[in-house]
């Protein structure tokens, strides 16, 4: 079994900061790419930065310039820093992983619980 936990959401004000993050644990082999997505209420889920096992990143074209996401391979986690949050940034965050499981030849995709980001004054 693998799961992915999130943490670090919260309400913080306009031009504020939060720091995401997102473990894996579990039976787990090796992770392939990690990233976060977002959905704001009435709205699909959108990708927000992705970044591959060997550290190259992308990025919305929303958040580049505020938000950087890292990942620490030792500790299985990804995180995403989120600055000069604005009210639009408002969405349920989710990470995503691709993983090999140590019983399986597959890489299949995992999804976090979701973590709210509020940001209002």
């Known amino acids: 079994q693998v799961q992915l936990v999130e943490s670090g959401g919260g309400l913080v004000q306009p031009g504020g900061s939060l720091r995401l993050s997102c473990a894996a644990s579990?039976?787990?082999?090796?992770?392939?790419?990690m990233g976060w997505y977002r959905q704001a209420p009435g709205k699909q889920r959108e990708v927000v930065a992705g970044?591959?096992?060997?550290?190259?990143?992308n990025y919305a074209v929303s958040v580049k310039g505020r938000f950087t996401i890292s990942r620490d391979n030792a500790k299985n986690t990804v995180y995403l820093q989120m600055n000069s949050l604005r009210p639009e940034d408002t969405a349920v965050y989710y990470c995503?992983?691709?993983?090999?499981?140590?019983?399986?030849?597959?890489?299949?995709?995992?999804w976090g619980q979701g973590t709210q980001v509020t940001v209002s004054s």
């Open positions: 579990g039976s787990i082999f090796s992770i392939y790419d």
């Open positions: 995503n992983a691709k993983i090999r499981r140590a019983t399986s030849l597959r890489w299949d995709d995992y």
């Open positions: 970044i591959t096992s060997g550290g190259s990143t």
